[in-house]
Nanobody
Framework: QVQLVESGGGLVQAGASLRLSCAASGRTFSSGVMGWFRQAPGKEREFVARINWRGASTFYGDSVKGRFTISRDNAKNTVYLQMNSLKPEDTAVYYC??????????????WGQGTQVTVSS
C-alpha cells in the first residue's frame, strides 16, 4: 500500500501563489508517475499535472499551463505543485495520486485525501 498526504492548501486572493505538497509513504514507487488532480463543487475531476519519478518528464492540463509547476524530491518521497497567478476558477479540492506505470490522466492506483484551495476574487 501507498499512503499519500497532501498539505499546503488554503484561502488566498486572486493573483497569489500557493505550494501544495504530497508526501508518499509505504510502498513507494521507483518508477511510474505522481499526479495532481482537482475537483470543484458540481464538476468532474480534472487532471492538473503529473511528473515521472525518474527523469524530468512533466505534463500539464491546459488550464494551468504556464502558471503551475510540478516538481519532486525523491529523497523525501514528496511531490510539489507550485501554483502561481491563482484565479477564482482554480478553487477546488486538490488531490495527489500515484501510479506504478507511466500514465497521464488515468490509471492511478493510490489517492490522497485532498486539500482545499480557495481563491477569492
Amino acid at each position: 500500500q501507498v499512503q499519500l498526504v497532501e498539505s499546503g492548501g488554503g484561502l488566498v486572493q486572486a493573483g497569489a501563489s500557493l505550494r501544495l505538497s504530497c508526501a508518499a509513504s509505504g510502498r513507494t514507487f521507483s518508477s511510474g508517475v505522481m499526479g495532481w488532480f482537482r475537483q470543484a463543487p458540481g464538476k468532474e475531476r480534472e487532471f492538473v499535472a503529473r511528473i515521472n519519478w525518474r527523469g524530468a518528464s512533466t505534463f500539464y492540463g491546459d488550464s494551468v499551463k504556464g502558471r503551475f509547476t510540478i516538481s519532486r524530491d525523491n529523497a523525501k518521497n514528496t511531490v510539489y505543485l507550485q501554483m502561481n497567478s491563482l484565479k477564482p476558477e482554480d478553487t477546488a479540492v486538490y488531490y495527489c495520486a500515484a501510479s506504478s506505470i507511466i500514465t497521464t490522466t488515468s490509471g492511478y492506483d493510490y489517492w490522497g485525501q485532498g486539500t482545499q484551495v480557495t481563491v477569492s476574487s
